[in-house]
């Protein structure tokens, strides 16, 4: 059974930095692309970062030169270093594993507050 596991969520002020980390088990991590998303209050889900099973990156525009996706194969796992925290940045975290065109699995998230 595949599972991923989100943590690093916490409260945190405007320019901090928090790193989070989505732990993959059940499936041979290293074959698929990762992404990360989040869900601010009252809005819809969104795309913030991918790392693909080869190392290329993308970001969404807001958090382009703030945040970096990274994975370790080894652990089975994906980070998401964010830097400059800003208010808006607030929402659940959540990672993605694409599976297929038809399947998708999503951790249960990690709630990331910034706040003064």
């Known amino acids: 059974q595949v599972q991923l596991v989100e943590s690093g969520g916490d409260l945190v002020q405007p320019g901090g930095s928090l790193r989070l980390s989505c732990a993959a088990s059940?499936?041979?991590?290293?074959?698929?692309?990762m992404n990360w998303y989040r869900q601010p209050p009252g809005k819809a889900r969104e795309l913030v970062a991918t790392?693909?099973?080869?190392?290329?990156?993308n970001y969404a525009d807001s958090v382009k030169g703030r945040f970096t996706i990274s994975r370790d194969n080894a652990e089975n796992t994906v980070y998401l270093q964010m830097n400059s925290l800003r208010p808006d940045d607030t929402g659940v975290y959540y990672c993605?594993?694409?599976?297929?065109?038809?399947?998708?699995?999503w951790g249960q998230g990690t709630q990331v507050t910034v706040s003064s």
């Open positions: 993605d594993l694409k599976y297929s065109p038809y399947v998708r699995y």
């Open positions: 059940g499936i041979t991590f290293s074959l698929y692309d």
């Open positions: 790392i693909t099973r080869s190392g290329s990156t």
